[in-house]
Nanobody, 118 residues
């Protein structure tokens, strides 16, 4: 099965930046879609951003202009550059894989904590 190793979470003040990374291993073929979800305490998990093998990206409205998702196909690694962070961005961030952008994720990472203070 595919395994996802995440890193880059941490504690920052509002307006700061973090870069998350997630390396996928164990996949016989290149992964079509890599993405990020997040979950705040007491809230449902929500979509953040995704990127296809060809480089097409999608973002939730609240992070557009602040977050940038990218990937290294040779390494099956996805990144999430987060700038101008807000307290509302606080939560556990999970990377994921999917067959297509229209399918729900089939594999998940263990999550990495992002905390943004006011």
């Amino acid at each position: 099965q595919v395994q996802l190793a995440e890193s880059g979470g941490g504690y920052v003040q509002a307006g700061g930046s973090l870069r998350l990374s997630c390396a996928a291993s164990g996949s016989r073929f290149s992964i079509n879609v890599l993405g990020w979800y997040r979950q705040a305490p007491g809230k449902q998990r929500e979509f953040v951003a995704s990127v296809t093998r060809g480089g097409s990206t999608n973002y939730r409205d609240s992070v557009k202009g602040r977050f940038t998702i990218s990937r290294d196909n040779a390494k099956n690694t996805v990144y999430l550059q987060m700038n101008s962070l807000k307290p509302e961005d606080t939560g556990v961030y999970y990377c994921s894989t999917a067959w297509s952008s229209n399918w729900s994720p089939d594999y998940w990472g263990q999550g990495t904590q992002v905390t943004v203070s006011s």
